[in-house]
């Protein structure tokens, strides 16, 4: 008797199939800097990602190691280009562990303000950023007109709208300008108000949260054992801020919180940057109110110090000192020393030694975003694929520091 055919139902047959591979990156418009992502992807989903650095390695580290110590500002500058007034004042508080030194008060609120300037400027890039990649360009627009004004202060006071290297070995290059004070006051109103009209278009949109909320969550313990800092660690909970912990400069001195979150998702992690610019300005408002008028910002110790220029031009003693400072660079004492700050991004930490020379001999940067973009493979893992641009979004990869 033949065997009589039946119709098979082809939609329950399981084809064997191989992951798909794609290559996300390094050029690609969510990629935050030149990272390559290699993706193994079942359908939507990713089945395995492995997150590749190191495309825009700068060597920033061997460059500092080739000149002088005050030549190394422009360099750190660099490894944070959205906040280099903070990689400004963490490597300048390095050296002066190492150099014993302390600087004036009137210089310890001037570094206080303008970090916190930077600070809100890099938050404002990272939550504008993630705004856009998610379709929400408006927002973008709030975000970017409010950085836009802390870079007009920035600049009258500097020189220089994005990278400064306005910081110096025992204090900084100049003084405030004469509208310091109230160039700030008259801005902060401003940038907060148009801070909170961005954040009032995504806050509670529909689409905005779908594509945010409870995507790629980290507990605390992990976030702690995988080395995060910074508003990321706080987003999980951790309410671990190098201001409060261990305080440097005047922070001992300003009432200010430190936010966390409860979930550690992108959501928060938006969030909490968001909530970190309301909590710079009331740092920043403190100090304005309790920074002296008078007084200097720069030690008074020759061998650190460049001379004024009024003093080089008319004594050969000053030219002198001008000479070997330029050419020889400052005298740190022979040792070592690890000095940290909280930054836009986390705990930024120098390890620096000295051989008793006008020049490192080894700078070592621990930069707060390189073990949480180590972390990003683990995040996006069995997630889909447009889960991954928030994600890296919320993690504010920079390449410069993370390719230091």
């Not at 939609?11 to 794609?22: G, V």
Request: hydrophobic share 40%; with cysteine.
């Amino acid at each position: 008797m033949e065997p009589i055919d039946q119709e098979v139902d082809e939609t329950t047959l399981e084809l064997p199939s191989d992951p798909m591979q794609l290559l996300m990156g390094p050029s690609h418009p969510a990629m935050h800097g030149t990272v390559r992502i290699v993706l193994d992807l079942s359908g939507e989903t990713v089945v395995r990602a492995d997150v590749q650095i190191g495309y825009l390695h700068r060597g920033f580290e061997k460059m500092c190691e080739r000149g002088t110590w005050s030549q190394c500002f422009p360099y750190v500058d660099r490894c944070n280009y959205a906040s280099p007034m903070l990689n400004n004042v963490g490597f300048a508080l390095a050296v002066e562990k190492l150099c014993g030194i302390t600087v004036p008060e009137r210089a310890q609120y001037y570094r206080v303000v303008m970090g916190e300037l930077a600070r809100m400027a890099d938050h404002l890039v990272c939550t504008a950023a993630m705004c856009m990649e998610l379709g929400a360009f408006t927002p973008f627009l709030w975000f970017t007109r409010a950085r836009e004004m802390i870079f007009d202060i920035l600049e009258e006071e500097t020189g220089a709208r994005i990278t400064h290297s306005f910081a110096r070995v025992g204090g900084m290059a100049q003084p405030p300008t004469d509208h310091f004070k109230p160039a700030i006051r008259a801005a902060l109103p401003a940038v907060l108000a148009s801070m909170e009209e961005g954040l009032s278009l995504v806050e509670r949109n529909r689409i905005f949260i779908d594509r945010t909320a409870d995507v790629a969550a980290i507990s605390g313990q992990d976030a702690v054992s995988m080395g995060w800092t910074g508003p990321c660690l706080r987003s999980a909970g951790v309410p671990y801020d190098v201001r409060k912990a261990h305080p440097y400069l005047v922070y001992d001195r300003f009432d200010f919180d430190v936010p966390v979150g409860t979930r550690g998702d992108n959501y928060d992690r938006f969030m909490i940057r968001m909530e970190e610019i309301r909590q710079s300005a009331r740092i920043i408002g403190q100090a304005l109110d309790q920074m002296p008028d008078e007084g200097p910002v720069r030690i008074d110790d020759r061998r650190y110090v460049l001379p004024d220029k009024d003093e080089v031009y008319a004594t050969i003693e000053s030219t002198i000192q001008h000479f070997k400072i330029v050419m020889e660079g400052i005298p740190v004492p022979a040792g070592e020393a690890y000095g940290f700050t909280e930054a836009a991004n986390g705990q930024l930490g120098f390890y620096l030694v000295s051989d008793g020379t006008g020049t490192p001999w080894r700078v070592r940067i621990r930069p707060p975003c390189f073990p949480i973009v180590s972390t990003l493979g683990r995040l996006i893992t069995h997630r889909m694929i447009p889960d991954i641009i928030p994600t890296f979004g919320s993690l504010n990869m920079i390449g410069g520091e993370c390719d230091h």
